[in-house]
């Protein structure tokens, strides 16, 4: 979750921007997107990536059953995006989530 492999408008693989372009990868302050994690980092400090990453992980445990997940570049990710994810994934149940 902490890089995409294209970013920008007109990078015709970068399916985020698409959404929103440039608001899902971060930049610095030059505008030049940030790599440091070897390509496009993403920039978990805006609100809806975090909700993207939160909201795919907690998908892939009720509807795939995963039931964890590493984070090679956890570093890379607002500590509010981890622990909001972690929390989420706490509140799940077998009675309620399956």
């Excluded at 505008?31 to 990536?49: D, F, K, R, V, W």
């Amino acid at each position: 979750y902490n890089h995409t492999l294209a970013a920008g408008p007109t990078n015709g693989q970068s399916v985020l921007d698409k959404v929103v372009p440039g608001y899902y990868h971060r930049r610095n302050m030059d505008g030049h997107y940030e790599n440091s994690t070897c390509c496009n980092n993403t920039a978990s400090e805006n609100l809806m990536m975090e909700r993207l990453i939160v909201d795919d992980l907690v998908h892939w445990a009720i509807d795939y059953k995963v039931d964890g997940f590493r984070f090679d570049l956890m570093g890379h990710l607002m500590l509010r995006t981890v622990t909001r994810a972690r929390d989420a994934l706490a509140g799940l149940t077998l009675e309620k989530d399956g």
